[in-house]
């Protein structure tokens, strides 16, 4: 007899199954370039400083090659660091993740080493909401976008405390 879904208490592992949804769903985001959308000037907003001789020749060609609209990209380097920034938080992430589980405390020591890769773990998620706002902050980007990756890292977040809460319980009596 199976248990109904509601009913069912969170893996033990969903702290890791979540981790890996989130770095694949952020990296769709990275993939499509934080989500910037292009911008669509027209060929006025280029001409505004040039000499009426020189507009009238540039509006001619753009017009020849039908070009009356341009698309602008934003700063692309811009773009590479917050991508490049990102990566590495998700990547660093997964590792702390990763080596705190590895470790199976039999000693106080080995206890302490385990708490510390899980608060470097959610230093990595407070660090990647931190590049999100950056984004949001300097990039023509829709903010409601982010909201579901911002939610996603604070479930990450709360899935790592509860597991150094069991963590806790578990190994209270180690010397």
């Known amino acids: 007899m199976s248990v109904?879904?509601?009913m069912r208490k969170l893996s033990q592992y969903e702290f890791y199954v979540?981790?890996?949804k989130l770095r694949k769903s952020m990296r769709f985001l990275l993939l499509r370039d934080l989500g910037i959308k292009d911008k669509?000037?027209?060929v006025h907003e280029f001409t505004?400083?040039?000499s009426e001789d020189d507009r009238v020749e540039f509006i001619i060609l753009a017009s020849k090659y039908n070009m009356e609209k341009f698309s602008t990209e934003y700063p692309q380097w811009v773009i590479e660091k917050l991508r490049n920034a990102i990566w590495e938080h998700l990547?660093?992430?997964i590792d702390h993740i990763t080596y705190a589980y590895s470790v199976w405390p039999t000693s106080k020591a080995e206890y302490d080493h385990r708490r510390v890769e899980m608060d470097k773990a959610?230093?990595?998620c407070e660090c990647l909401k931190k590049d999100?706002?950056?984004a949001i902050d300097i990039l023509p980007v829709n903010v409601e976008k982010y909201i579901s990756y911002v939610e996603k890292i604070d479930k990450e977040i709360a899935l790592i405390?509860?597991?150094?809460k069991a963590d806790n319980k578990r190994f209270k009596d180690l010397k």
């Open 91 to 93: 990547d660093q992430m």
């Open 122 to 124: 959610i230093s990595s």
């Open 161 to 164: 405390k509860g597991w150094r």
């Open 132 to 134: 999100l706002e950056g």
């Open 40 to 42: 669509v000037r027209e």
């Open 18 to 20: 979540n981790a890996l």
């Open 4 to 6: 109904l879904a509601r």
């Open 48 to 50: 505004k400083d040039m």
